[in-house]
């Protein structure tokens, strides 16, 4: 049996290949650039076609080939916001695998995406005739992420990744690129280390944690808890990270979805970065200023992701420039054999498994 390649993300966050390898896309895949969210991110002064043809660059520089559904660009937009109503984004994503044969599905934007558009594929009852890897399961698009974990979804992906969404990755530091273009090429193992224990029960750990790596965006986790194609968090190592929150709101957040969490069987909880709220007021500061303001709102969020894990009866553990709506968002293979390897006293090492499929 070949074995899988092994990353260890280095301090410059680039993952460097430590072993062989079973490529996750062969050279020359063909990508579908996904619409399934809003029709243009007037936030980042994206259009449209600006976007697609961002998404194009980024997938040629990939090795890859760029795969556009001209039929869904006729689409109107559904409520002046979103591209298509959520059957004609279902439709869009089925026609990418079918009729384009894609090898490979990539969203274009984020905001909005994934939820309402599963809810209808599961409407049509439509199932895959093969299988394509998913890559962004990230922010909004966690809802992927969670549907392939799930029971629904299993017939639909052999690998999701966590990856920032297509359009933004000019605006984002170029390592994120070579991790994913690494990743995509190496397959095989990721490895995060420095990873360490937030509460008594992960920091007096005396043995190793296996499970499914299952999660995503904390209010995407906590908006689809009650869809019938949420997946079971039954032994699984669950992760979230969210942005642009206030403490108190990421206080209930956490302690809502930690215990919710425990009472489904999970495992252990991984937190990535919680970013504080984007305040106007900050961009008028001088950059020191802002820093200092930014680090004070960063450890008050710490403080409340503490408190609630004292009182989780789970391990809880957290890693920093992990993944999130940071500069770093590393690739992560979402519901992969994964495991919390204990390395020294209150310091873990992630072990991702990109060949854990969903067989």
């Known amino acids: 049996m070949q074995s ?5 993300i280095n301090r410059n966050r ?6 062989s390898y079973v490529p996750i896309l ?3 895949a063909k990508i ?3 619409c399934d969210s809003i029709l243009n991110d007037v936030e980042f002064n994206l259009s449209l076609s600006g976007a697609q043809e961002k998404a194009s660059n980024l ?11 001209f039929i869904h660009a006729t689409t109107q937009p559904y409520y002046k916001r979103w591209f298509g109503s959520p059957g004609e984004r279902a439709d869009h994503f ?7 044969e894609v090898d490979a599905v990539y969203p274009l934007f984020g905001k909005s995406g994934g939820s309402s558009v599963i809810d209808e594929i599961i409407k049509k009852k439509y199932k895959p005739s093969r299988k394509v890897v998913f890559i962004g399961s990230f922010s909004q698009h966690s809802d992927w992420g969670l549907f392939a974990s799930g029971k629904y979804g299993k017939h639909f992906f052999s690998c999701v990744l966590n990856a920032t969404q297509c359009a933004y990755h000019d605006a984002l530091p170029a390592s994120n690129v070579q991790n994913l273009a690494a990743i995509l090429t190496h397959g095989g193992e990721i490895e995060f280390n420095d990873i360490v224990g937030m509460n ?4 007096r750990l005396t043995k190793n944690i296996s499970g499914k790596l299952i999660g995503g965006n904390l209010g995407v986790l906590l908006m689809n808890l009650h869809k019938k194609w949420f997946p079971s968090l039954k032994s699984a190592i669950v992760f979230c990270e969210d942005y642009d929150r206030h403490v108190h709101d990421y206080h209930r957040h956490i302690e809502l979805f930690a215990f919710e969490a425990h009472k489904r069987g999970a495992k252990a909880i991984l937190l990535g970065d919680h970013l504080p709220i984007r305040k106007r007021g900050y961009f008028l500061l001088e ?43 590393l690739p992560m293979g979402i519901g992969c054999d994964s495991m919390i390897h204990l390395e020294a006293q209150n310091r873990f090492k992630l072990i991702n498994n990109l060949g854990g499929h969903y067989e």
Do not use: W
């Open 59 to 69: 997938i040629t520089a990939l090795g890859y080939i760029p795969v556009i559904d």
């Open 26 to 28: 062969n050279p020359q």
């Open 32 to 34: 579908g650039i996904l």
């Open 287 to 329: 950059k020191d200023k802002q820093k200092v303001m930014l680090d004070e709102e960063r450890a008050e969020i710490m403080c409340s992701l503490q408190e609630v894990a004292s009182r989780v009866p789970l391990p809880i553990f957290y890693k920093n420039g992990m993944v999130g709506h940071g500069l770093s968002n």
């Open 4 to 8: 899988l390649g092994i990353f260890n």
């Open 94 to 100: 089925i026609r990418l695998v079918e009729e384009y």
């Open 200 to 203: 008594d029960l992960a920091k």
């Open 14 to 19: 680039v993952a460097a290949p430590i072993k």
